[in-house]
Nanobody, 126 residues
């Protein structure tokens, strides 16, 4: 069974940093892309970034570039989302999701994701 589970400290002051983890299990995720999405209160879910597990290539939504970094620990099967200089507008529930590698270029469209974690809330206070 494919499982993705997000975790990380959920509250931070504006300007602070936070690292979220996405632990994957139940499948050989090296043939997949792992993406991060977020959904702010009252807003639609939006993509943040994506990493292709096999070659480590990363792509980000333009608004995430420079502040957010996705990395992977292939030993522990964990994908990280490092977020720096967080602002109140980054407050959201953050999700990780997986898609087969041949769909990696479609990562910005959440309909192409095959599995999802339950999400973890992040609150940025000013």
């Amino acid at each position: 069974e494919v499982q993705l589970a997000e975790s990380g400290v959920g509250s931070v002051q504006a300007g602070g940093s936070l690292r979220l983890s996405c632990t994957v299990s139940g499948f050989s995720y090296r043939d997949y892309a792992i993406a991060w999405f977020r959904q702010a209160p009252g807003k639609e879910r939006e993509p943040v970034g994506c990493i292709s597990v096999s070659d480590g290539r990363v792509d980000y939504l333009e608004t995430a570039k420079g502040r957010f970094t996705i990395s992977i620990d292939n030993v522990e099967d964990v994908v990280y989302l490092q977020m720096n200089n967080l602002q109140s507008e980054d407050t959201a529930v953050y999700y990780c999701a997986s898609a087969p590698i041949f769909l990696a270029t479609m990562w910005k469209q959440d309909g192409y994701m095959s599995s999802w974690g339950k999400g973890t809330p992040v609150t940025v206070s000013s």
